[in-house]
């Protein structure tokens, strides 16, 4: 069973940076697609990145050009560096794979981010 360990997450100001980082377990990591996902106070969770095995990628249209995704597939490991954050960035952040058909595995802990002055 895949696992989803995520970390990073904190408090920042608006225009700060944050690197998230998302650790898999199991076999599943160089099977999928990975993707970062947040929910939002109140909000529906939301695909905000997603990368391919091969390292392409794709952004929602609110977090493109302040947010890039990485990958290790070595180390097994997703990242989202986070830059120019906004108040609106506030959520917590969870990574998980992205089948394309919404199929999903079980969620790990989040980690959150709070942007506020």
């Known amino acids: 069973q895949a696992q989803f360990v995520e970390s990073g997450g904190g408090l920042v100001q608006p225009g700060g940076s944050l690197r998230l980082s998302c650790t898999v377990s199991?076999?599943?990591?160089?099977?999928?697609?990975m993707g970062w996902y947040r929910q939002a106070p109140g909000k529906q969770r939301e695909l905000v990145a997603r990368?391919?095995?091969?390292?392409?990628?794709a952004y929602a249209d609110s977090v493109r050009a302040r947010f890039t995704i990485s990958r290790d597939n070595v180390k097994n490991t997703v990242n989202l560096q986070m830059n120019s954050l906004n108040p609106e960035d506030t959520a917590v952040y969870y990574c998980?794979?992205?089948?394309?058909?919404?199929?999903?595995?079980?969620w790990g802990q989040g980690t959150l981010v709070f942007v506020s002055s």
């Open positions: 998980n794979i992205n089948s394309g058909n919404g199929y999903l595995l079980p």
């Open positions: 199991g076999s599943i990591f160089n099977i999928y697609a």
């Open positions: 990368i391919t095995r091969t390292g392409s990628s």
